[in-house]
């Protein structure tokens, strides 16, 4: 056996991911609200991180709020960005649970 074929073989036995392994890890869809706390429309964009698709891209109201469904990976979290298109501000969700009020930033 050679240097290649050995250090191939081993490949799954230390962890790195295979093809397809990633789909696995990936959850059911959860419900969250995004919110504009603030007395002004604001022209927002949000993320989903986990699938890596847009969840909108609009101007909210004054303290107007959206429910969105998000993809989860590992123990049921999402993952979503959240930007300001006015401002350029961004925030990002981590670790995202059921029924999560989050703020545009």
Do not use: H, W
Not at 35 to 55: F, I, K, M
Not at 91 to 103: E, I, K, M
């Amino acid at each position: 056996m050679n240097r290649l074929t050995a250090t191939i073989l081993l490949l799954p036995v230390l962890g790195i991911p295979c093809a397809g392994q990633g789909d696995e890890m990936l959850g059911g869809a959860i419900n969250v609200v995004i919110t504009n706390p603030y007395s002004v429309a604001r022209e927002v964009e949000a993320v989903d991180n986990v699938c890596g698709t847009p969840l909108f891209a609009k101007p909210m109201e004054g303290e107007a709020s959206i429910s969105v469904q998000i993809c989860t990976r590992g123990m049921g979290r999402g993952d979503v960005s959240i930007r300001d298109l006015g401002t350029g501000s961004e925030q990002r969700y981590s670790d995202v649970l059921q029924g999560a009020n989050l703020s545009v930033p």
